[in-house]
């Protein structure tokens, strides 16, 4: 076929070495593996930059607020792996110390209650178990012994019991219904659910509860013993959804108590109060029908707050920021007046205040609810994400990146919002690149309305150049685009290669608000794609970009934009790119796992025929404007993406080469929604920019 690129590129991972290595193949994993004086051939970002830095995470704060303990993790692109080892430092930044340094990682980081030691899990014996050590990282000793090994954990305030997570096996394999055939491969289903993100669903997370004298745990009490329920809840949830009670008689969990088809299209978590001593399980929200998650004992144990969704099968409703008062059986909702979401609530020392971290105009910042008055203010501005915040007496600690920065930790007046960076992990590196400039537009929308529009520019950026520009599209849906540093989507990157970046949050974005939020619901197709056009449409009259050069690229609900686009753009793109895309709406409505998402968004099944809202959603689906394609497009998706099925994409793909349209699929066989390993991540970015200059750097 004429002027036909067809061009497969399948990646096989590398798979890694096994936690148990001899002591040299230790000493070169951990010389492999770990903070670098790296000297760069350029000023510019490149993939092998981009996996260079350390990427700090887990701010935990001593129990005498002097220091704190947090993790970096490290990556080895020879080695196609990760590491993350423990650093500790003085609560002004000062006197940096790194605590470990094994080939096994250590996670879960978190300080003794009375400060004596540091605890972590680690998989140096074969599978992730608790080790405690000083606090010099000295005399590790391993705690826990627990068949098949734990995923979280938390000490009791009084240091009698620990509460840990482990998945458990429920149900039945083809090996367990026939041991005779132990060589069979196959799976069996009966319900919905066998698959959730990337894995086939064969066991559950549970939580537990088990003595602890100091030395070792034992007796160990499993809270959900033989229910095919996940607490913490899957594929996100950890032990901040499980919580103890400041007199160590009680804890809270998070669990969404459904199986099978009421599972998948239901969002109805609860937070659940266990009663050590009765053995009682209290839902403390029942009723209330959207997710509820992560309930937080005040200071006093009076009270608890939790985040809350209102409505069932609505993943981004509105987060609310719930209180339950044990003494008055009250439930309040504290966000009332507050258009925004709420995250990450942490309780102030007297219990008086609430601080967490919320979205605005697409910058996360750290806010405060002042319980008495009900008021809720800003602590932080500026350009930036705060992602966590934690209490440290009259400071706040708070873990923070942007667009032109990684993760730091910074600490911050909680009376003026004044910050101060205390963690330099990636100093060295940021200070021999030239960076891009991000800029903040607000664009006109077809509706009148007004829309926040980030631009960056390349380094160096010379205005009376013209050049090539990329129209993002974010996924989610409803994910904003904020002050994100992203390790494959990201800006500086882009921009980097020569590219200007027009980064809109379209209608169906947060932080503008839940009326701007919600309008994309049942609206694929509709308003959103009218904001993309506005966006690209304003910049392109801009004389340093290059309409004659645009590309629009993006993954998820991105992916989804860029296929439909590629039916409706009326020749104002000359390449795209889309990342596990969702290319037919029918199709994708079967195959996906959380059957509430795609219930929701599309209002309801396909079959619906007097459903108008789902029937014009269906109307819309990428696939049906296939006829109107004329661009070259690339397809990128991985193997084990089960909430968006790689048929999706291969759909997209054959489709584009049976017309005649240029393409190239590029696909990750070990790879889930993203792509998570070194030289795949790499790949991706070389094999991205390959096909954007090919279609918008002609030579």
Not at 264 to 271: E, G, L, M, V, Y
Not at 544 to 559: K, Q, W
Not at 659 to 677: G, Q, T
């Amino acid at each position: 076929m004429k002027n036909l690129l067809f061009v497969i590129v399948i990646i096989v991972m590398i798979t890694s070495c096994n936690q148990t290595t001899t002591e040299k193949e230790q000493e070169k994993v951990s010389t492999i593996i770990g903070k670098k004086e790296l000297s760069l051939k350029s000023d510019l970002m490149t993939p092998e930059v981009l996996w260079s830095f350390g990427r700090v995470s887990g701010a935990e704060i001593s129990p005498d607020q002097s220091k704190v303990l947090y993790g970096t993790s490290y990556y080895s692109v020879p080695e196609n792996k990760g590491n993350r080892e423990l650093f500790v430092m003085n609560i002004d930044g000062s006197n940096v110390q790194q605590l470990t340094k094994t080939p096994g990682g250590e996670y879960n980081a978190v300080w003794k209650p009375d400060g004596s030691k540091i605890a972590f899990l680690s998989g140096h014996s074969g599978s992730m178990q608790m080790w405690e050590m000083d606090t010099n990282g000295k005399n590790s000793v391993q705690i826990s012994d627990i068949d098949g090994g734990i995923s979280g954990f938390k000490y009791a305030p009084d240091m009698s019991k620990i509460v840990y997570s482990k998945e458990v096996k429920l149900d039945e394999t083809v090996h367990d219904l026939y041991p005779d055939l132990q060589k069979a491969n196959a799976k069996i289903a009966t319900d919905l659910m066998y698959r959730h993100w990337d894995e086939w669903v064969e066991s559950y997370s549970h939580v537990f509860i088990a003595d602890y004298d100091g030395k070792t745990i034992s007796n160990s009490v499993d809270l959900l013993e033989g229910e095919k329920f996940h607490s913490p809840m899957k594929p996100w949830g950890g032990m901040e959804q499980v919580n103890w009670s400041p007199d160590s008689k009680s804890l809270s969990y998070t669990s969404r108590k459904k199986q099978g088809k009421e599972y998948a299209f239901s969002t109805n978590s609860d937070i659940y109060i266990y009663n050590l001593e009765t053995k009682e399980h209290i839902n403390l929200t029942k009723g209330m029908m959207g997710y509820d998650i992560a309930g937080v004992y005040s200071p006093d144990g009076k009270k608890i707050a939790w985040e809350s969704m209102e409505r069932d099968g609505y993943e981004a409703d509105k987060v609310r920021l719930f209180i339950y008062n044990f003494e008055t059986n009250e439930k309040k909702d504290y966000s009332i007046d507050f258009d925004q979401n709420v995250g990450g609530l942490v309780w102030s020392a007297d219990g008086s205040k609430i601080y967490f971290t919320s979205a605005y105009h697409a910058r996360y910042q750290i806010y405060q609810l002042t319980l008495e008055s009900g008021e809720i203010k800003p602590i932080t501005k500026g350009d930036h994400n705060y992602r966590s915040v934690a209490l440290a007496g009259d400071k706040l600690i708070g873990t923070k990146q942007s667009m032109s920065m990684p993760t730091e930790i910074f600490a911050i007046n909680k009376e003026t919002g004044d910050e101060t960076q205390i963690s330099f992990e990636n100093k060295e590196i940021l200070d021999q690149l030239s960076l891009a400039k991000v800029e903040e537009r607000w664009i006109e929308t077809t509706d009148g309305k007004k829309m926040l529009t980030w631009v960056i520019y390349p380094p160096n950026f010379n205005p009376n150049k013209k050049y090539p520009t990329l129209l993002y599209c974010q996924g989610g849906p409803q994910s904003a685009v904020s002050q994100f540093f992203s390790y494959r989507w990201n800006f500086q990157m882009m921009a980097a290669n020569d590219y200007i970046i027009v980064a809109p949050n379209r209608r169906g974005l947060p932080s503008f608000g839940q009326a701007w939020n919600e309008q994309i619901s049942g609206d694929y197709g509709g308003q959103n794609m009218k904001d993309y056009f506005s966006a690209i449409d304003e910049l392109a009259k801009e004389p340093f970009v290059d309409e004659t050069r645009l590309g629009a690229i993006g993954a998820s609900y991105g992916g989804f934009s860029v296929f439909w686009l590629a039916g409706n753009h009326n020749k104002r793109f000359k390449a795209f790119i889309a990342h596990d895309g969702i290319f037919n709406f029918e199709s994708m409505y079967l195959e996906t796992e959380e059957m509430w998402f795609v219930h929701w968004d599309m209002g309801g099944a396909y079959w619906e025929k007097d459903n108008k809202i789902a029937q014009n959603s269906y109307a819309n689906s990428p696939h049906k404007f296939v006829d109107k394609w004329d661009t070259p497009i690339m397809v990128i998706h991985g193997a084990k993406d089960y909430r968006i099925l790689d048929s999706q994409g291969m759909s997209a793909f054959n489709a584009a080469i049976i017309r005649d349209i240029p393409a190239k699929l590029l696909y990750f066989p070990e790879e889930n929604h993203w792509v998570l390993k070194p030289q795949n991540g790499i790949l991706w970015q070389r094999e991205f920019f390959k096909w954007l200059d090919m279609w918008l750097k002609p030579s």
